[in-house]
């Protein structure tokens, strides 16, 4: 089982966590002085016949190429981890997310972008085929948060800062 969250990237059912290296937010200061840095420049125009400066190609090649640069430490953390995953479980079961209504939430969606979740079930999808695993997608709306995975019963009263989940039923503490 693999749960994918904001805090960790993901946590799997037998209590590994996986980190994620968050590469735009460590990023982020660097873009933003970058952009701040260089706002008059002549970026041109071509219906006007502008003609865009030197200085603003360069500045443009150095902003593509610190985005390329974040894009690339995702690209290489989601490839890492999805073969790793593949490579170790022979049957996962992933969470079926509604990731574009999740970025719609301007809280969330930079944090959820920045994961690259969408990307990682896709990756997951190909290589578990390729390794000859099987991947169970498990229903949006299915309360697997509020299940005791010993003896089935569901709690109803769970919020979302409850990190500690304790069944009333057996006395699972999980």
Not at 125 to 143: H, L, M, S, T, V
Request: charged letters at 30%; glycine letters at 6%; proline letters at 2%.
């Amino acid at each position: 089982g693999l749960d994918i969250g904001v805090k960790t990237f993901a946590t799997l059912s037998d209590g590994e966590r996986i980190e994620s290296p968050m590469p735009y937010r460590k990023a982020k200061t660097k873009l933003g002085q970058l952009q701040y840095l260089n706002p008059h420049k002549q970026l041109g125009h071509r219906r006007k016949k502008i003609r865009q400066s030197n200085n603003a190609k360069k500045y443009r090649q150095k902003l593509s190429k610190q985005h390329y640069k974040v894009a690339c430490q995702r690209k290489d953390f989601l490839q890492k981890t999805t073969t790793k995953l593949c490579r170790k479980y022979a049957h996962l079961k992933i969470e079926n997310l509604n990731i574009s209504g999740m970025m719609s939430n301007h809280k969330l969606a930079s944090a959820i972008a920045d994961l690259g979740a969408y990307e990682f079930k896709r990756q997951l999808g190909y290589k578990a085929e390729w390794y000859g695993n099987r991947i169970d997608i498990i229903d949006q709306w299915f309360p697997s948060s509020k299940n005791c995975c010993k003896c089935g019963h569901k709690k109803e009263d769970l919020v979302l800062s409850d990190r500690i989940y304790e069944c009333i039923n057996c006395g699972l503490k999980i």
